[in-house]
């Protein structure tokens, strides 16, 4: 159902305090500058204004914002995309630098009507961003390319950081949720990335509130952990417009933290629970320790280049 008859309002702890401080202008102004887009804005997130204006980090949405995907619970639009734009990685990469980030997030419309999804766009800009911040991490966060793993592959030859892909719900809800995506298919891209390179951490994330019970959340975190993921986010759905889905149930916080006490008991090396936490929340603390070397390696290069 996604009409008014299941609309609830909302509860207290949703509410969100908006700041709109000179580093949220700035940032806007900047991601309008150099025509970039971003998930923040495009799936009308609702930290946008903590991150932008107090973490001053960004997820940045590469490959235009035109998704071939009509997915039920997701406000980005649907249609027919435009041609690919080839200068966008080094856009990006020199917002990165101008905004001075130490991790970054990479994410991206589903482009089925591409024959690599992408992937290609998605290693230049990784090597882009390397180029001008080589301090910087960078997390990815692709659809499953229609599970072809040849594009995978050519993403990975990029070496991101942190490989993040959403199961977005539980196994019984996800055809209403998502479209064309498949919940095995899913898992199956997040095993692929391990075999590919171990050491990576892995990472999915999971809406609350369509109507799953509490078994099932435990299934798929049970799923998650047999195909070797690392890090879990769970989060409060909420309806983007009257046309996509309804919010079934508004999860205490206490639920959430709950969660969070299951997830990491069953294995997760590192979970975020809360209403409004999303697959990007607090990302910059996820890295592993493989990653911060290079980081600190590239920090240290830097001081003695400069003597």
Request: glycine share 4%; proline share 4%; charged share 30%.
């Amino acid at each position: 159902m996604s009409n008014n008859e299941g609309y609830q309002r909302k509860p207290e702890w949703l509410k969100i305090k908006l700041n709109t401080n000179k580093s949220y202008k700035s940032l806007k102004k900047m991601m309008r500058d150099n025509r970039l887009h971003t998930v923040c804005e495009e799936a009308k997130c609702p930290n946008i204004h903590e991150c932008w204006a107090s973490r001053k980090t960004a997820t940045f949405m590469i490959l235009g914002n035109i998704c071939t995907r009509g997915c039920r619970f997701c406000a980005v639009q649907t249609g027919r995309p435009t041609e690919l734009d080839l200068q966008e990685p080094e856009r990006v990469a020199a917002s990165v630098e101008t905004m001075g980030l130490r991790h970054v997030v990479v994410t991206a419309v589903a482009r089925d009507d591409l024959q690599d999804g992408g992937a290609g766009v998605f290693a230049e800009t990784i090597r882009a961003i390397r180029r001008r911040v080589p301090n910087c991490t960078v997390e990815v966060l692709p659809s499953d390319m229609k599970g072809d793993y040849e594009s995978l592959r050519t993403l990975m030859d990029a070496k991101p950081d942190i490989f993040n892909h959403n199961i977005e719900t539980v196994r019984r809800l996800t055809k209403r949720v998502r479209a064309r995506a498949t919940y095995d298919r899913s898992l199956e891209l997040l095993k692929r990335v391990k075999e590919i390179s171990p050491d990576l951490p892995t990472k999915s994330s999971m809406m609350l509130g369509l109507g799953e019970t509490k078994e099932e959340v435990l299934e798929a975190m049970d799923d998650l952990l047999a195909h070797n993921v690392d890090i879990l986010t769970l989060g409060q759905y909420l309806q983007p417009t009257k046309k996509h889905l309804n919010v079934e149930r508004y999860v205490h916080p206490d639920e959430f933290d709950e969660f969070k006490k299951i997830a990491l008991e069953k294995g997760f090396k590192h979970c975020e629970s809360g209403p409004l936490v999303r697959s990007s929340y607090h990302a910059d603390e996820q890295v592993n320790e493989t990653a911060r070397r290079r980081q600190l390696m590239q920090e240290w290069k830097k001081l003695e280049d400069a003597k």
